[in-house]
């Protein structure tokens, strides 16, 4: 159990107190992208320190939220079903968060875990059940990303393949998923550089992945 104790009886004190401690919740948040193991949970998160990583694992392993499963000589972390029922409370973090973004400090990166996540918290199903199914590869700073839409279906898996459209962008993509600049001005300020397919996708990208600022 983590050793916060802010003396109170409630849910959300409650829920604190299990996943409050830092670090917790960025631990989770790269789960509900899938199982990991231990070094690819400290890769992911870059800066933390390896016995504070060692000992969120316990602790969240300790509150039902997530569980070692051995998978073929080796060790997995990965999220409980208790665990999983955190994704939409993770989601909505991620989308009030995005309201607050402004410029990245010059030590921040984005992961392949973080951008996943936050496709998956602006992802519209009720417009994309009416758009064609699409496939896009997006390269975002160091983070390659095959995102596949099919019907109210998305799959954002990593890596690079076969796409209708391939682009690439840095920080600034918040600005085209926020609808501050339509797609056609992004590819024209440079925000979004198209490699591959037609420009005309990007606008069916921002149609399905739109969070407001």
């Known amino acids: 159990m983590a050793s916060r ?3 109170q009886y409630g849910g959300v004190t409650q829920a ?3 996943i409050g401690e830092r670090w917790a919740l960025l631990i989770i948040r790269d789960l509900l992208v899938g199982p990991r193991r231990y070094g690819e949970l400290a890769a992911g998160l870059q800066r933390i320190p390896s016995n504070i990583l060692a000992t969120r694992l316990k602790e969240l392993q300790a509150a039902g939220v997530i ?7 080796v060790i997995l972390y990965e999220l409980t079903p208790y665990g999983r029922e955190l994704e939409p409370v993770v989601l909505a973090l991620g989308a009030w968060g995005f309201k607050a973004l402004g ?4 030590e921040q990166v984005i992961t392949p875990d973080a951008m996943t996540i936050d496709l998956r918290a602006a992802f519209r199903a009720p417009v994309a059940a009416a758009l064609p199914a699409t ?4 390269r975002v700073g160091a983070a390659e990303l095959l995102i596949r839409v099919d019907g109210s279906s998305l799959d954002v898996r990593r890596g690079d393949g076969p796409a209708d459209l391939a682009f690439a962008a ?15 001005r992004a590819i024209q300020s440079g925000v979004v550089e198209v490699l591959r397919g037609p420009d005309a996708l990007l606008d069916r990208f921002a149609d399905t992945f739109h969070l407001a600022a």
């Not at 496939?135 to 997006?138: F, G, V």
Request: hydrophobic residues 30%.
């Open 135 to 138: 496939s896009y590869a997006a």
């Open 170 to 184: 840095g920080p600034d993509i918040r600005r085209l998923i926020s609808g501050e600049l339509a797609p056609e």
């Open 67 to 73: 569980r070692r499963a051995p998978r073929s000589r």
């Open 5 to 7: 104790d802010y003396g």
């Open 103 to 106: 410029d990245p400090r010059e």
């Open 16 to 18: 604190l107190e299990l």
